[in-house]
């Protein structure tokens, strides 16, 4: 690995636990997320790939910043709009947030 890759992922390390920690003081925790993730599993199923209905996306082993990402647009409504997932994320704190992300993103994705 030469400087120029070392210096990069550096600066990629950085940058994530940045995002991490600025988001919330908290570690992640997966069992907390499982937890709260219990209202979701009726649309999304217990498996984040086995869904209600065609219409509803999976979320097992889907990357975890991009489901943060998601819920955050969701509840604050402004880039992402969906009545019933706006409803669904209005309540949620941020480290319900990432601790909901982290459960799904953990599950193994369903078969294409
Ligand atoms: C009543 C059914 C229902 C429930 C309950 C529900 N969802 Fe959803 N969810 C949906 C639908 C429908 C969509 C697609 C919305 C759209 O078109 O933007 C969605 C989209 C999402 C997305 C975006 C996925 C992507 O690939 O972009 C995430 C993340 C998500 N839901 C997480 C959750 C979480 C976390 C909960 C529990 C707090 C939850 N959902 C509860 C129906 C539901």
């Not at 990069?8 to 937890?35: E, N």
């Not at 649309?43 to 219409?55: I, K, N, S």
């Not at 969906?82 to 078969?111: Q, R, Y």
């Amino acid at each position: 690995m030469n400087s120029f890759h070392m210096t990069l992922s550096g600066a990629v390390m950085l940058a994530l636990s940045g995002l991490v920690t600025g988001a919330s003081a908290q570690t992640v925790d997966i069992a907390k997320g499982k937890q709260k993730a219990e209202v979701c599993m009726s649309c999304h199923g217990a498996d984040g790939f086995t869904a209600a209905a065609p219409a509803i996306p999976h979320l097992a082993g889907q990357d975890r910043d991009y489901l943060v990402k998601a819920l955050t647009a969701y509840r604050a409504a402004d880039t992402r709009t969906d009545e019933t997932m706006t409803a669904m994320a209005k309540p949620l704190s941020d480290s319900d947030i990432i601790n909901i992300a982290a459960f799904f993103s953990s599950l193994p994705p369903g078969k294409p």
